[in-house]
């Protein structure tokens, strides 16, 4: 292992993109502790160690953020306006046959879809940052504290001071989508990944500490056995698939023989990866929002916004969970749907003179394709569903916070990142030393 690490910084090329890439990082993760203009930082602070947080999808934004998006730092919004804007071209492609086009044109069409998706991103960033900006000068960032503090975040709630701070961070915003495609093209593995799997893994040592003091070094010591097992889980289940063979028959063309070679489809157990999370994150997070917004200043609130308070806003309620697990393997199913298309698999092998054993090309095939997708979704949704409930059981438990790190959409991003960057420096590796990092 070590002489394997030893060879990475041996070879010059993957020396100086691993540099690149931990350089980016560094600069990532300096913004987003840089106060946006007019930001009273004493105070944000002061809420910041005064509360544990927010809840609900303000959870989820801040968890991808690195916890910037409390800090109300330049890097505020973080990486969630891309990965909002890249969902939402994938599921436009299901209903505007234009993206369809584009997506199968090759590389061009995926550059233009590429393009789009950063236009998507600069208006997403600056609806979010209006957002933000607006909550935070009203004093509702954090909820009611009853901290007098966290009603005074802004230091100027002039119209120009809070333009000047929404441009701030829609420019941030674009900043680090920019930081993400330099890493893509001259560093190691996906940057926009890297950069997610920065973000969580800086809010790994303080969630922790908070465990260790709240409950002691017993728990702490049992979470992070829990955690080691957890995190052994989802690596076993993210690398499993179903491996479909397909034969391709033997054809000519002029004097020359193609074909006749055995391959097989994978199809992972977890297709869907952690979307399916962010839309039930997402969508839960919408009934708390509106009772928010429905809640009288002087009066006591209607008994609907006093029932959603209840049952709906923390996690650490039966119903809550339940809800939560079952919109998970909806969404699943609803996700994978969209992303992989039997029908389109089957023809495509169809062409080029592939088969299933045993099974006839075209219609036939794509129905067999469907039945074992439909059939292997099911585990992984329930593994999906599992994971995400890990924190709300932490959070009911040990006192946790919703981004505890062992579970939910953390584990997933850190194993996932994880295992993908390492697949790119084996594969560099042995081009070069005909080696790979493991033996």
């Known amino acids: 292992m070590f002489s394997a690490i030893a060879r990475i910084f041996r070879t010059p090329d993957l020396r100086r993109k691993i540099g690149f890439t931990l350089a980016i990082i560094a600069i990532y993760r300096f913004g987003a502790h840089v106060p946006a203009p007019f930001v009273n930082f004493p105070n944000v602070q002061d809420c910041i160690s005064a509360t544990s947080g927010t809840d609900g999808l303000l959870s989820l934004v801040n968890l991808f953020s690195g916890g910037a998006l409390l800090q109300l730092s330049i890097f505020a919004l973080g990486v969630m306006p891309y990965i909002t804007a890249t969902i939402i071209t994938q599921l436009l492609r299901v209903v505007i046959p234009h993206f369809e086009t584009l997506y199968k044109e090759g590389q061009a069409g995926q550059a233009k879809l590429t393009q789009y998706t950063r236009y998507l991103t600069i208006a997403l960033a600056l609806l979010q940052s209006t957002t933000l ?17 966290c009603n005074q975040l802004l230091v100027n709630d002039a119209w120009w001071a809070q333009l000047l701070m929404i441009i701030t961070m829609t420019a941030g915003t674009g900043l680090i989508m920019w930081f993400a495609e330099l890493v893509t093209e001259r560093g190691i593995g996906n940057g926009m990944s890297l950069l997610i799997f920065t973000s969580i893994a800086a809010t790994f040592p303080a969630a922790m500490g908070a465990i260790l003091a709240a409950r002691g070094v017993e728990i702490f010591l049992l979470v992070l ?44 157990v977890n297709t869907a990866g952690v979307v399916p999370v962010i839309f039930a994150s997402s969508l839960l997070y919408i009934p708390a929002l509106v009772a928010q917004f429905n809640t009288p200043q002087d009066s006591a609130p209607p008994a609907w916004v006093q029932w959603i308070s209840q049952y709906l806003t923390t996690g650490d309620h039966p119903l809550y969970m339940a809800l939560y697990f079952l919109l998970i393997i909806g969404f699943t199913y609803f996700y994978v749907a969209i992303t992989f298309n039997p029908v389109e698999v089957a023809d495509n092998m169809k062409k080029y003179g592939g088969f ?9 095939t794509a129905e067999y394709l469907d039945y074992v997708l439909t059939r292997i979704t099911l585990p992984g949704s329930v593994y999906l569903g599992l994971i995400a409930l890990i924190p709300l059981i932490a959070l009911a438990t040990v006192g946790a916070n919703q981004n505890f790190p062992f579970g939910g959409a953390s584990i997933l991003i850190i194993v996932g990142v994880g295992l993908e960057t390492v697949k790119q420096i084996d594969a560099q590796l042995q081009q070069r030393h005909y080696e790979g990092l493991l033996r």
Do not use: D, H
């Not at 034969?247 to 002029?254: D, L, P």
């Not at 299933?356 to 036939?364: L, M």
């Open 133 to 149: 900006v607006t909550v935070a000068r009203t004093g509702q960032l954090f909820g009611t504290t009853g901290v007098a503090s």
């Open 225 to 268: 056995a829990v955690g080691i097992v957890v995190v052994a889980l989802v690596v076993y289940v993210e690398q499993s698939q179903r491996r479909i063979p397909v034969q391709y028959a033997k054809r000519m063309v002029g004097r020359r023989t193609y074909g006749g070679t055995n391959t097989y489809i994978p199809i992972k």
């Open 356 to 364: 299933i054993p045993g099974i006839r090309a075209g219609r036939p």
